[in-house]
């Protein structure tokens, strides 16, 4: 820096974002130049909501470290991982460790319980509805797709209009749509 002469070096860039940047690129809110200067390799991890089934591996692999780290071993109970699976996590995985760092933390049997959890997930398994009774909660991943299919139903198959009511892009929807089908 600074200097006159050139001195050659060899990097490697990884970039991440929660953005979706083809999208930013068409708003003109992100430089095309640059969008493919990084896209090289674009790897789309989905957020932990959409794969609950790697919640219970990554709690035990959580539990593991922080019980190593302690000296004292943890446990989950059974409804504790319900609740646990049962939660959107939007903070994702990083939430996931810091929920059971918390427990381990401030638990004092090795066993960790619902209460010994956040409010903010032990209540992800029921809410109480203006009733007074507790209602199961519907995942959003559930609700999306169910909006979209029924949009979809609607428009009698016109997956263009389909979209523009939704407010999402032709090329979102027929991912979705594909996600869908995969899943039957």
């Not at 095309?32 to 090289?40: G, M, S």
């Not at 990554?58 to 939660?87: I, N, P, Y």
Request: glycine fraction near 6%; hydrophobic fraction near 40%.
């Amino acid at each position: 820096m600074g200097s006159t002469k050139s001195v050659s070096v060899n990097v490697r860039v990884l970039a991440a974002t929660n953005r979706d940047l083809e999208q930013a690129v068409a708003q003109g809110s992100f430089r095309l130049d640059l969008f493919y200067r990084l896209n090289v390799l674009n790897l789309r991890v989905p957020p932990l909501r959409e794969r609950r089934e790697d919640i219970r591996l990554l709690a035990a692999k959580f539990l593991e470290q922080s019980s190593h780290s302690s000296g004292r071993s943890h446990e989950l109970s059974d409804e504790a991982m319900r609740a646990l699976v049962a939660h959107d996590w939007p903070g994702n995985v990083r939430e996931l460790e810091n929920c059971i760092e918390r427990c381990c933390a401030m638990n004092s049997g090795p066993v960790i319980h619902t209460v010994d959890l956040p409010s903010s997930i032990s209540g992800s398994l029921t809410r109480p509805t203006p009733t007074g009774v507790d209602e199961r909660v519907v995942p959003l991943s559930v609700v999306e797709k169910q909006t979209i299919l029924k949009t979809v139903t609607q428009q009698n198959g016109d997956k263009m209009l389909a979209a523009k009511l939704l407010g999402i892009g032709k090329t979102t929807l027929y991912r979705k749509l594909k996600e869908y089908e995969a899943a039957l």
